[in-house]
């Protein structure tokens, strides 16, 4: 049978590991000695953790600056894109290539951008007379920091999808507004954005299961810092996981973590159900 | 007016285009300025060097990373266009049972967060002693519920009457999927192709988790150990040497197949 | 069917031909040794074994330095994982040692025979107490220690008209605040006292925190009967110290090791370092620059010795060594007078041993190397860490206190030192 395969896949990568998570909530291992049978202690370690908190609330203080910032961008530059522009492949291609790179390139990038006294970005401030900002020292900051860089990175994709809605919308429209004598905001707000619907909630969708996994961009420009502000969930439980080797309550972080996002997007869902 | 909002929409894409561009124009020159320059580059530095790139090149084995990174995602790539394809061909064409019970399946594990999978993945990875060896990277990625999904709605487009003919000429299953389906799908398969090897590339989590011999870790995961670790002794220029380096190979194929690149990410969220 | 028979049949012959390519380990004869992988260890690990082996045909012992790349630490894990340890291992450090003692993986020293005489012999009784597992065996042998002590400018002190290095809390400040200037007139501090890598990593407080605490209290212990121990006056005065250091611009915030070396381009006039300075320091010191060591300071009204932190750095015999009493004759050359002073000689390491100051045996290398002095006499009140398998967490718990009051004082020190003690509370809970 051809799906045998994935049968055999299924079973040892999702079945077993969903399962096997689910009893590691219960015992205390760190790969080296026996594994501890602790019943509910991680749970209850779990909803002490103030830092696994914080972290979660790190993960969505990014999700609501990145995605309407993105849908923002996307969207207004999608709608220029789709006039009549000449070179349309062109400025398309560089607005593509971050999202192509790998996350590990543009965090590198970045962290020199934001670097607090020869990055790029506080040397221009500084040139044109305004104070320096601490793009990633200022703990009430360095989260958005990451959220503005997510964003650089990612918002190609989105005008591309943006583009693909945008062209769906049937021109008659337009035209029966032209004849009506209406601004191009007009056409755009009343027209453009409700026929667009479905793709703004697909981008939504996207980036938020996107965002949930933030992980790379943290580890490698903050570890975190500064005061545990861009800790997020993920690079907490890999910590917990794979730097401590707490596995059992790694396990039920994930576990927990998992069913948040579950949540949300479930909520989302139905959030554009009603709204269609 | 139209000449005026014309310039404008003009003015914004090329300010956009360039906020978009030349990080990376600043990165490619900060690879090859000396060192004490970096903190002071905007357009050109005063002289050029390729100091950064040979400290880079002794300290950390980026060329076999290249290669390991190649012969990972690669595997990948090849066995999610296999086994996609052939899950894909038996869910649209294939009668049995359980058929729809599978697909749900396929569809659920698409809304599973990874997070829940991670530990017990490693463990199983620690289990079967694959730390430390390509299996761990490539075996847990070669089916892909994405891939399968996309191929079965690809090839309910494909009419049966070409299936049925193929079988009364004596073709079995397999030699259905790659004889006929395959040369009438290019389109699926690049796009998957795409996909799957990009996102194989860049993968990082993972190759932090399983793999911990320096000569076996992907591009990405020994250039994020070199920026966060101590290799890199704080030198700017050898870490922008590397995000160089890590990014070269995408970009590349990128310039010869922008098209195909683009295509293939719109479709993927036309199909969601 | 016959597909996933087949399919079954792959998966099978990859695992077997892959467990195949994890070389016959357990079929050596010989006793596999892993050094750290730093040059001049792996110099001594060369002479070791080549004198041992020219004495000994029967038990021949292999050196292999550890593999780069990855933490030391990450590799053990690993090799423990896989069952793939060597037989001894030099490099451990002693924080890791009791979860791997308690996972099983460890010989049992003191069942050695000779061990326990060969042991109290070497090194002092309280040493001894110090490396003792929770459950009263000894499964590591206290090899090397780097003391952590404060580095100074002899020639910018002078300038202060400082003839002495500052001992205590205020005399620190004193000297700080005469020394701090704005050199070049733009505003902002640019010559401080001293400096501390401002990091969150849970080593860093093996440079500023743990030292210091451990000076204040007399050697104290962090952790003690699965609870903290150190929420006391040591721990709040250090926090205090540090802390005041930063608000005061005496410390610098920024990062200021990315392009030199701040203490040898007279940018701060003391650090806190171990004595591996003072290679990097006569390779590359300004013509006419002069530096010597002195104690970590203390609180004012302090008494008795300076104690501070070693890094020590014990040897292991692993439970998959076939023959661990020969592993432990091989050792015995490693450590015993001749062996200590090949450390010495070699890699400017000082054993953890006994009297090292007063002992003939070593008067000529401390002769030849008189900035090494002060270090032997330092050796005798040093403290390596406490027993606890979740060692590295806790400096984590207390790093991120540490950042939160010390660098960017958003919290009191009493109010820092307290809820890291409870965080670490907590997590012996577990």
Redesign the interface.
Known sequence: MLVSPYVVHFILFVAFPVTFSIVLTFHKWNIISPMEYTGLNNYIRLFNDKTFLKSIGNTLIFLVIHIPLQIIVALFLAEILNQKIKLRGIFRGAFFLPVIVSGVVVTILWQQLYGYDTGLLNRLLTGIGLDKVGWLTDPNIAMSSIALMATWKNVGLYIILFLVGLQTVPTQYYEAADLEGATHMQKFFKITLPMINPTIFMVVILSTIGGFSLFIEPYIMTGGGPLNSTVSAVLYIYKQGFFYYHMGYAATLGLFFAFIILTVVVIQKKFIEKDN | MKKF??TL??V??TV??L???Y??Y??II?SIAP??E?????LMPKSLTLSSYSQMLDKIPIGGAFINSLIVASSITIGVLI?GS??G???SK?V?KGRDL?FY??IF?M??????????????M?K??????Y?ALIV?Y??NALS?IMFRQYFKSIPDSLIDAARIDGCN?LQIIFRILWPNSMPAIITIGIITF?AS??E??WP??VI???SLMTM?QL???F??GGRAE???GV??A???M??LP??VA?LFF?KY??QS??ST??K? | MKNLLNIIIVVLLAHILNSCSISNKDSRDEILYWCSNDNSEIKFAKVSTEEWNRNNLKDQVKYQPVPEGRSSEEIILAAVVGNTTPDIYSNMWQGDVEAYAQAGVLIALDSLNGFLDFLYERCDSAVIEEIKSLDGHIYQIPWKINPIMMIYNVNLLNELELHAPPQTYSEFFNASQKFQKDVDGDGYVDRWFGYSEVLVTWWQRFFDFYPLYLASSDGAPLVKDNKAFFNNEYAVGVFRFLQTLYKKKYFAREQLTARQDVFLASIIATRFVGPWEIAHAEKFKPKGFEYDYTFMPVPDGHEGPVYTYGDPKNIVIFKTCKDPQAAWNYIKTMINKDGDLKLLTITNQLPRRKNLNSNPFFQEYFANNPKMKIFAEQSKYVKGTDASPVLKEVFDLISQEYEACVIYGKKTPEQAVKDASDAVDLLFLQ
Do not use: H
């Open positions: 909002k014309s929409f003009y914004a894409l956009s285009a906020i978009f561009v990080p990376f600043w990165m900060g060192e004490n970096i903190g002071n580059l905007t086994f052939m899950i061909y038996a869910l294939l049995f599978i399946i396929i594990t809304t599973l967060p990874f997070q829940i999978t991670l530990i017990p993945q490693y463990i199983i620690v079967f002693g694959w730390i430390d060896t299996l847990p070669l089916i399968i299953e990009m590339w860049n990082v989590l932090l988790i911990r011999d320096e990405p250039v994020t150990l920026a966060v704080s030198q700017l870490k922008l590397s995000a160089v890590l990014a995408i970009v990128y922008q690149f683009i990410m719109a969220g036309i969601e």
